[in-house]
């Protein structure tokens, strides 16, 4: 079986004057590196494809593959995510992780938490401001929580994303909407602790496979898991693995999340306590981060037992089983 190889390589777009912030959600090369060596422990053999550039050149030149690995995250827009895997429906061309739709839906985080919340998932008040306009018609309780609303890689987040008062509240979405150029999530803020979880398998075959606390040190930026305090979580960030009632109840809340949204694979879902200890879905992460160290959901696999090794194997072998190889 021949599996192909899509994603984002930092340093691709770097070179073509991209800063780092704009590229923060890409990949670096041990990242493709230790995937493709671990297809390769599989027992399949792979191809390096890129990102969508090289995707659709190699389509057009007709090449084709058994499955095609995909952890691109694209560059442009709400639906960026969606771009490989809607290619790939179009050539019947089966691929891991989520499909079009899913991806589209969890990148814009007002749209995944409405499908949670209908589905009956806890999650805090929200609002979505598009303009400046939208600012006064937002009626939530204080303190709030502001983050533009398709980012990841804790983009846009800052302390001041923390917001106390109505003038607060102005001046960060005023600054989110035109640093960011799209919409901005405000949601009513949750002051308990914050954990991650991650989910392996679909539908009835998902599974969480453990959770971990992030737990902000004294050197971190304060209240919220920032993209500074992502960067450099080796010197900002303390993480543990959630066990007992802690991690129960994000589970169980996760993979509500995760089957309601119509998650594939593996992903990552982020929970929040609210100020009586009970968890709260935030956001999810279909195509969550595969570096083998410094990514959440390969961390989490570390913690519970699960080697690199066996996850990608084991998101291999959900991806197989949807497909019928």
Known sequence: ????????????????????LETAEFDREETVAAVDAAIRAEGCATERIGNYLGLIAALT????????FNFCEGMYGLGREALVPAL??????????????????????????????????????????????????????????????GEGTGKGITPASRI???????????ELLK??????????????????????????????????????????????????????CEDRVRYERARGADAEGCERIALQAWRALGGRDAGRVDIRLDAKGAPSFMEVNPLAGLHPEHSDLPIICTMVGVTFQQLIGRILASARRRAGI
């Open 1 to 20: 079986m021949t599996v192909g190889l899509t994603y984002d390589l930092r340093t691709d777009w770097l070179r073509q004057g991209y800063s780092e």
């Open 164 to 174: 106390g008062t109505p003038h607060e509240l102005s001046s960060v979405c005023e």
């Open 88 to 149: 790939l429906d179009a050539h019947r061309i089966p691929y891991t992780f989520s499909d079009p739709v899913v991806l589209g839906v969890s990148l814009h985080k007002g749209l995944a938490k409405r499908v949670v919340r209908d589905a009956g998932v806890p999650t805090p008040d929200f609002a979505v401001v598009e303009s400046v306009d939208d600012i006064k018609g937002v009626a939530l309780r204080y303190p709030l929580f502001a983050k533009p609303i």
């Open 179 to 232: 640093t960011h150029g799209q919409p901005v999530l405000v949601e009513e803020y949750l002051p308990g602790r914050e954990f991650t979880t991650g989910i392996i398998g679909t539908g009835p075959f998902a599974e969480a496979v453990g959770t971990m606390e992030v737990i902000l040190l004294d050197t971190a930026e304060a209240h919220a898991y920032t993209y500074v305090n992502k960067e450099y």
């Open 61 to 68: 030149a007709g090449k084709r593959w058994d499955l095609v």
